[in-house]
Each structure stands twice: as C-alpha cells, then as structure tokens.
C-alpha cells in the first residue's frame, strides 16, 4: 500500500546508506499538518507539512492499475488461500488509487480492518496536505506468500508514482509486509510495514560554507542530516540549537529535533523546532513533539529565528517519559511527561526535511543551524556525541547531491553544524517518518 512515515518507515543504519525515518500515515503533527495545510492553501496550491512554495499548480492524470506481478514464492501448500491473499493486496492497493482519485475513503473499507483503515484514510489526507494530485501503482513484485489457519502475510516490492498539482513526479520503491486476518470469511489487512526504502547513492558534493569540516558522507537519508549512536539502552537525550534563520525567497520547510529511537527500530519519541515557508515568503516557526506512530502535535512554547533553544528528552522510569522545552533567549519553557513504549535503541541529534505521508516536503533554505551540548545517557552514563561514537548522516536529494551536510564533531565533544547546501531539494516520495 502507499503509505506515510515517521515515520513512517523504517529509521536508518548509521553505518550504511539509511533510508529515513519512516513515519507510518503521519509524516507531519496532526497540529502540525493543520497549519501546514493552511499555509498551503495561500500558495495557490498548498502543502502538507507544506505545501511549499507552489508546489502545486497543474495537474496530471494517475494509472489505477498494477503492472502485472512477477512470480511468488509462496511458503504454503493451500494455493487457493494464498490466491485469496493475493487477490485482497491487489484489490486493496486498486481501493485506495479510487479512493484518492474520487476522494471517497469509504471504498477502502472492503479490504481493511477497522484501525488499519483508519491508517489508510490518515494517509491519503496527509497526501492530500502535501499536494498530491494522484497516486498510482506502477508494479507490484511478489516476494512471499504464507498462510496459517486464519492469519496470513504477504510481502511485496512495490512502486508507486505520485504527480503533483505542479505537474511534478515522484517516484519510490518499497518493500510492503502485510498481515491479514480472515473476519467472516474474509481476508483483511491488518497492517503493511515498510522495513526499507529506496537508498540513493551520494553523487557530486555541491558547494556549501559552514563552520567547521564537513563530515564524510558514510550514511545518507532522504530527509535526516545530523547525527545518531546505538549500540545500548539509550535513557536520555539532549541539546541546544539555535532557531535557524530561513530565506522567505523559496517554499518549504526544516524540523530541528532531539529523539529516542528510530534509528533501527520503528518506535521513535522526539521533540524540537519547525520553520514553515508558504508561497507568499512567510516564515512560520513553531515547537512541537511526536511519539510515532501518533501524529506530531505543536506545544505552547514560542520560538523565532536566532533563539537558543535547550530540549531534553529523559525517561523517568517504565513508560513515563519527560519532554523538557525550554526557550533560552525568552526564557520561555514547556515540559510534560508522556506514556511511551520504547526500544531505547538509539539517539538522534536531526535537521529534517518533514514529511507528509510518504511525501517529503522541500528543505528550505535554512543557511546554518548549530547544536552545543549534545549528549545522551547510555546504559546509564551520561556520554557526549564522541564518546558515543555517533554517526553523521547527510541528507541527499533524488541525483544524490547533499543538500544539507553536518559538519564534524568539535574538539568539545558536542558541538557541530548542519549546513544547507545550493542542491535544489524538490518534493519526493519514499521518505521514512517522521516526521520525517
């Protein structure tokens, strides 16, 4: 199915090309995209987390049918419950081209149970904010095929084509494992997890200044530039950045954030800034927080180019997780404690590219954005990024350029830079979540 981040989506490997965060049906806060929705509609087209910049203008007809499917390796005997399996996939994936094109989600029931439709519905609206005119499925692989008693999987390499009202067209490949129930004689998807994404090789470097050396490119995403560290229980994260100042003259948008997990996990608890640029040349900022797979939400706390802002993720113990925001230059402060169920797998010190359900957003032009005082608890040591051994990630576009490039780790062991380059970063499918 085509479906969004986080999300989303499977988190990356620091050591190898990363696909990004996968945020699965959110991609942007349920605040988050709200505004992101209204910004749009200024442009003249709009946008999801943005529309960013006009994105949208034009539009372009979809292909509602699967290019036909190669051969199965199936791991069951019972061929006829196996062709039932088959034919729900392909008349879901059929449902939800409709439902997009006639914007009629109810046609995606048949095939769905009651929550993961919901998800579905989640999806195609966040397609919607980020200005998606149509959505097709160009080929549809089959891998494997497994029945047991009244529970099946199914796992599928599928390419879906999104245009955009601007006559733009994106293009992404992903692996979808599906698990389906049979609910009065019939099979319906449960769930469908994108593991990977597509992983692009890092091209030319175009030119960018920032402080400080630029880190070699060993890990890239789609829409995460930063750093990252496992290997341990990961039981707090924090840093301070500035507020970059985003260029009005183009749309789109950057997210700076801290985060537990999600690196090699699909559980990811995080919190930080957004800039947002509309059509117009209007530049919004805001604070926020998300625990995939919910939605991101805005919190109270005001935010403007060139504040210091200090954000402290720490777990207080079982699932009770402390989220402290605090705006250094107004002095202005916000914290809750949230429930959330993590892998404490990993830590991330991230500039993203936000995302919309499977959509990512253009990266605005955000020049420089500094962290200071990054460090985690691991195993119950307080460590800086070097002592971690965190990992830098570049964010590169669809030719493989870095667009936005962190600089190495300072000789204090926790500061560094992330800067934009002069790559152009257009909207594209195939992000992992979050948010992105």
């Known amino acids: 199915m085509f479906e969004g981040d986080p999300t989303a989506t499977t988190p990356m490997t620091p050591l190898a090309p990363p696909p990004p965060p996968v945020r699965k049906g959110s991609g942007i806060p349920a605040g988050r995209l709200v505004a992101l929705g209204l910004l749009a509609f200024a442009l003249a087209a709009f946008s999801g987390r943005i529309d960013l910049g006009s994105l949208v203008s034009t539009a372009q007809s979809y292909v509602d049918r699967a290019a036909p499917a190669v051969q199965t390796n199936t791991s069951s005997s019972d061929t006829a419950a196996v062709a039932a399996v088959k034919d729900v996939v392909q008349r879901a994936n059929e449902a939800q081209v409709q439902a997009y094109a006639r914007n009629d989600p109810t046609l995606m029931r048949a095939t769905a149970t009651t929550s993961y439709y919901q998800e579905l519905v989640q999806t ?3 397609l919607q904010s980020s200005g998606a005119q149509s959505i097709a499925l160009t080929r549809l692989e089959w891998v494997d095929v497994t029945v047991s008693g009244t529970t099946a999987n199914a796992v599928t390499n599928e390419t879906w084509r999104t245009t955009y009202t601007d006559g733009s067209v994106a293009d992404s490949t992903d692996r979808n494992e599906y698990s389906l129930g049979l609910q009065a004689g019939a099979w319906k998807i449960s769930a469908d997890v994108q593991p990977t994404t597509q992983i692009i090789t890092p091209g030319t470097a175009p030119s960018v200044t920032q402080p400080g050396t630029p880190a070699s490119v060993t890990s890239s995403s789609s829409n ?31 997210a700076t954030w801290v985060g537990i997990g999600g690196l090699t996990s699909n559980d990811l608890l995080q919190a930080g800034t957004q800039a947002m640029v509309d059509g117009s040349g209007t530049v919004e900022y805001s604070s926020w927080i998300e625990m995939l797979p919910q939605s991101s939400r805005n919190v109270p706390l005001s935010v403007s180019a060139g504040d210091s802002v200090t954000v402290t993720i720490t777990q207080q113990g079982g699932n009770d997780w ?14 809750v404690t949230v429930q959330y169920s993590s ?10 590219a936000p995302s919309v359900g499977r959509g990512l957003i253009s990266l605005d032009q955000f020049g420089i954005v500094k962290f200071s005082g990054a460090s985690a608890v691991r195993d119950g040591k307080t460590m800086s990024l070097s002592a971690l051994g965190a990992k830098a990630i570049t964010m590169i576009n669809g030719q493989g350029q870095a667009i936005a490039q962190p600089s190495t780790i300072a000789s204090d062991g926790s500061s560094f830079t992330i800067a934009r380059t002069d790559a152009t970063s257009s909207p594209q499918t195939g992000g992992r979540r979050r948010r992105p």
């Open 224 to 254: 995460w530039s930063g750093y990252a560290a496992n290997g341990g229980a990961f039981t707090s994260v924090t840093a301070t950045w500035t507020v970059p100042t985003v260029s009005a003259t183009s749309s789109g948008a950057d």
């Open 343 to 352: 892998s404490n797998s990993s830590a991330e010190w991230v500039q993203e």
């Open 322 to 335: 402390l989220i402290a925001m605090k705006n250094n230059t107004t002095n202005g402060s916000y914290s």
């Open 124 to 126: 195609n609206q966040g």
